[in-house]
């Protein structure tokens, strides 16, 4: 089993930054891709962005060029530094890590204000 705990969630206004973090523990060794969904209210639960256990890294078309994940496999942590919010970025994000299985989890709400 992985646990998965984030923070760095929080209401900033159109045009500012945050940054989420996602610290996993358990059974982290057997941990490969790891990366952040969101999911906005009455919306499915998307990509935002992943990075393999080799470092490759995927975004999505909507982030690109705004957001940054980054990945510290020695403190089994994700990172994901979003700049030039907004507002259709509002949405519960959520750390995920694949293992075999999915794993997920509690969600940080991140708010932008036009």
């Known amino acids: 089993q992985v646990q998965l705990v984030e923070s760095g969630g929080g209401l900033v206004q159109a045009g500012g930054s945050l940054r989420l973090s996602c610290a996993a523990s358990?059974?982290?060794?057997?941990?490969?891709?790891m990366g952040w969904f969101r999911q906005a209210p009455g919306k499915q639960r998307e990509l935002v962005a992943d990075?393999?256990?080799?470092?490759?890294?995927n975004y999505a078309e909507s982030v690109k060029g705004r957001f940054t994940i980054s990945r510290d496999n020695a403190k089994k942590a994700v990172f994901l530094q979003m700049n030039s919010l907004k507002p259709e970025d509002t949405a519960v994000y959520y750390c995920?890590?694949?293992?075999?299985?999915?794993?997920w989890g509690q969600g940080t709400q991140v708010t932008v204000s036009s």
């Open positions: 995920w890590a694949f293992s075999n299985l999915n794993f």
């Open positions: 990075v393999s256990s080799g470092g490759r890294l």
């Open positions: 358990g059974s982290t060794t057997s941990i490969r891709d």
